[in-house]
């Protein structure tokens, strides 16, 4: 598979989440509180989205490639510590979930859940990859 | 990993090249160039080569180490 395809077909899974997310959140109706801070989220990811396919049109007019070898050594080192992060979130939404079984707590759906894990794996990859960007690697 | 010296800016500054420029005659990124202009980055062996050969110079004339840093265990 080449890597042009590859990289087509993560922003187009990524629209796809996004999409996804907004139209289930629109669907379930958040509160001021939880809109306050998921909303900006959404639309911080949505910018960020259209940015990342625009930077990689003029890029690829300009004839200049999108990877090379160190920014592939970035996105590694930067989801590697997404994975981890990640894995420690979802484990966080699992408790969450097992302690609402014993004391009231406010819960959404499954697609929630999936929804907000997708949507704080991306963020927390696209912050992480600026982070390790700006840094020397050696 | 030890810090490289590199003298990509000033063999540049010779040839009249930008950044921009020697990244895509490397097929690289400009960051990447500039990363290791400074000596933040150590490229790949086939990368330094790339832009070795831009300058018409070997490895060595291009990416500089402390001779203690070259010292064989032998």
């Not at chain 1, 590697?80 to 992060?85: A, F, G, I």
């Not at chain 2, 290791?36 to 300058?55: H, Q």
Request: some cysteine; proline content about 2%; overall charge positive.
């Amino acid at each position: 598979m080449s890597g042009n395809f590859n990289r087509k077909w993560i922003m187009v899974t990524v629209l796809a989440v996004v999409l996804t997310y907004v139209a289930i959140g629109l669907y379930q109706g958040f509160s001021i509180g939880v809109s306050s801070i998921v909303l900006p989220v959404i639309v911080g990811n949505l910018f960020v989205v259209v940015g990342m396919l625009y930077w990689v049109i003029t890029e690829r007019r300009a004839g200049i490639p999108i990877a090379d070898e160190r920014s592939q050594l970035v996105d590694g080192k930067a989801a590697k510590l997404t994975l981890v992060v990640g894995i420690y979130f979802m484990m966080a939404l699992t408790f969450y979930d097992i302690a609402a079984q014993f004391i009231t707590l406010p819960t959404k759906n499954a697609a929630i859940y999936l929804a907000a894990s997708a949507m704080f794996l991306l963020s927390f990859f696209g912050l992480s990859r600026w982070y390790y960007g700006k840094r020397r690697s050696r | 990993m030890t810090p490289v010296r590199t003298r990509i800016k000033e063999l540049r500054a010779r040839d009249g090249l930008r950044q921009e420029d020697l990244a895509r005659m490397v097929g690289c990124r400009r960051e990447t160039i500039s990363f290791v202009e400074n000596g933040e980055y150590n490229p790949s062996l086939l990368l330094a080569v790339k832009i070795a050969r831009v300058f018409e110079a070997n490895v060595e004339e291009v990416f500089q180490y402390d001779e203690g840093e070259l010292m064989l265990n032998l």
